[in-house]
């Protein structure tokens, strides 16, 4: 549950955007060989939004500090911080407490203590443990023999 809201959380402030921009550094294995034709990065320049009247607005411009939620800064960081609080404290942290803290739903401890609490009666009783007929074979229904 706490996944896709965090994978949306990081898709809609644009650090997605941040690691696709990110230079890629690769581990060679084997003789690293020397390339004599020169190597450039390019980055590329941050989205760009289209308004009705097809002006090219560039949202960093308005606002350095753009989360990628609106392009109203305030509202930006006051969605940036509700979905980081909601995505973190109440998904992650409250999740993970009541995961801890629900109860067994095997109910194997209740099985296991069950079964103690039945041996210990049965021995003060001097019956054994476990009886050749589990069930009455008089309470049993049997079907009818067929001739």
Same mark, same amino acid.
């Given at each position: 549950?706490?996944?896709?809201?965090?994978?949306?959380?990081? $898709? =809609?402030?644009?650090?997605? +955007?941040?690691?696709? *921009?990110? &230079? #890629?550094? $690769? =581990?060679?294995?084997?003789? +690293?060989?020397?390339? *004599?034709? &020169? #190597?450039?990065?390019?980055?590329?320049?941050?989205?760009?939004?289209?308004?009705?009247?097809?002006?090219?607005?560039?949202?960093?411009?308005?606002?350095?500090?753009?989360?990628?939620?609106?392009?109203?800064?305030?509202?930006?960081?006051?969605?940036?911080?509700?979905?980081?609080?909601?995505?973190?404290?109440?998904?992650?942290?409250?999740?993970?407490?009541?995961?801890?803290?629900?109860?067994?739903?095997?109910?194997?401890?209740?099985?296991?203590?069950?079964?103690?609490?039945?041996?210990?009666?049965?021995?003060?009783?001097?019956?054994?443990?476990?009886?050749?007929?589990?069930?009455?074979?008089?309470?049993?229904?049997?079907?009818?023999?067929?001739?």
């Amino acid at each position: 549950m706490a996944m896709p809201l965090c994978l949306r959380a990081l $898709r =809609l402030s644009g650090a997605t +955007r941040l690691l696709r *921009t990110a &230079p #890629v550094y $690769r =581990l060679h294995i084997g003789p +690293r060989v020397e390339s *004599t034709t &020169p #190597v450039s990065v390019s980055h590329s320049a941050p989205p760009k939004h289209r308004h009705d009247d097809h002006d090219e607005i560039n949202v960093y411009d308005k606002n350095p500090d753009w989360h990628g939620f609106s392009d109203d800064p305030v509202q930006d960081v006051r969605n940036m911080r509700l979905v980081f609080f909601f995505g973190v404290s109440v998904c992650l942290v409250m999740g993970t407490v009541f995961i801890y803290y629900s109860p067994e739903r095997g109910m194997r401890d209740w099985a296991r203590r069950e079964a103690e609490r039945q041996i210990k009666r049965r021995e003060a009783l001097g019956l054994p443990l476990i009886e050749m007929n589990y069930y009455d074979p008089k309470s049993l229904v049997l079907p009818p023999e067929d001739k």
